[in-house]
Structures are given as structure tokens and as C-alpha cells.
């Protein structure tokens, strides 16, 4: 069983940027791949950012591509999301996720097998 905590979240302007963190525990860390989803008020949870369990290979929402950074560091059991010039609408809980190394579709949550409590992240104008 994973337990999965995020921290880092608040509020910044308009084209500020934010790094939220993920910390896992009661589990082997790098048996997961981890994502990064996020749901608005009254929108469906979507996919943000996905990395495999090595780090090597990174998959980002089109909206994100070139703003968002995810990383992981197994050593230490965290992945991170440095976001870049957030955008008003980017405003949602962000929750990190873990899924199995094999089975599951990266960007779909039913993949996922466990699930943080979510940090929310604030933009203003």
C-alpha cells in the first residue's frame, strides 16, 4: 500500500510559476510509474504529466508541453511538477497518482492504483 502526499501548492499570478511535490511512502517507490492529474470546480479530473518508473520517459497534456516539468527522484520516494507561466483556467486540485510499471494507460486515472488527497493551486490575475 502507497501513500502518496503532495505539498507545494498556493496561490500565483498569472504567468508565475509553481513547483508542487509528491511524497510517497509505504511502498517501493520505483515499482511506479507516477502522474499528475488535476480537477476545476465542477470539471471532470484530467490528465497533466506522467513519468515512468526510470525517469526516462515523460508525457505531458498538449496544454502543458513546453511549461511543465515533471521529475522523480527514487532515492528520496518524491516527484515534482514545475509549472511555468500558469494560466488562470490552470487553476484545480492537482493530485498525484502511481500505477503499475505495466498494465493501464498513463493518461487515463482508472490506470492509477493510488491516489493523494490533492494540493490546490490558485492562479490570479
Known amino acids: 500500500q502507497v501513500q502518496l502526499v503532495e505539498s507545494g501548492g498556493g496561490l500565483v499570478q498569472a504567468g508565475g510559476s509553481l513547483r508542487i511535490s509528491c511524497a510517497a511512502s509505504g511502498g517501493t517507490f520505483s515499482n511506479y510509474n507516477m502522474g499528475w492529474f488535476r480537477q476545476a470546480p465542477g470539471k471532470e479530473r484530467e490528465f497533466v504529466a506522467s513519468?515512468?518508473?526510470?525517469?526516462?520517459?515523460?508525457d505531458y497534456v498538449d496544454s502543458v508541453k513546453g511549461r511543465f516539468t515533471i521529475s522523480r527522484d527514487n532515492a528520496k520516494g518524491t516527484v515534482n511538477l514545475q509549472m511555468n507561466s500558469l494560466k488562470l483556467e490552470e487553476t484545480a486540485t492537482y493530485y498525484c497518482?502511481?500505477?503499475?510499471?505495466?498494465?493501464?494507460?498513463?493518461?487515463?486515472?482508472?490506470?492509477?492504483?493510488?491516489w493523494g488527497q490533492g494540493t490546490q493551486v490558485t492562479v490570479s490575475s
Open positions: 497518482a502511481a500505477k503499475s510499471r505495466i498494465y493501464g494507460n498513463r493518461r487515463y486515472s482508472s490506470a492509477y492504483n493510488y
Open positions: 513519468i515512468t518508473w526510470t525517469g526516462d520517459t515523460t
